[in-house]
Each structure stands twice: as structure tokens, then as C-alpha cells.
């Protein structure tokens, strides 16, 4: 059976979140960016941009997928 690893980011920066202590909002406030912004970039492939900053203050990879 295969696993489907289509947003391993999700799961990714959940557990840096966790190890870290964060909180989506601490996170966003880091970012300075809206809350809502930050964890629609965390669960979605939506704001490319924020998703970066996310994966960089996490220190997590951000693998791009093909469109």
C-alpha cells in the first residue's frame, strides 16, 4: 500500500511547530504575517512566498511539486 505524501509539509511543520513550542499565531507574528495567511500557506499550496518564510523559519525543507 502506498502512502500519500501529498502535504508532507503540513505534517512537517506541525512537528517543527510542536519540537519548537509554537504556535501557528507566535509563528505568524514572527513573520509578520496575518494568522490566517500563515496557516493557509502550512496546509495548502496557496501564498508560494509565505510557505517559504514558514519553511525557513522552521528550518524544514519546502520540496516544490509539479503544477
Known sequence: M???NKNKFSKDARHKLIELNL???KLARQLK???ATVSKSIH???FPLVR???AKKLGITLNQTAA
Open 52 to 54: 517559504a518564510s514558514v
Open 44 to 46: 495548502s499550496e496557496r
Open 2 to 4: 502506498e502512502t500519500n
Open 33 to 35: 504575517r496575518p494568522r
Open 23 to 25: 504556535t501557528v499565531t
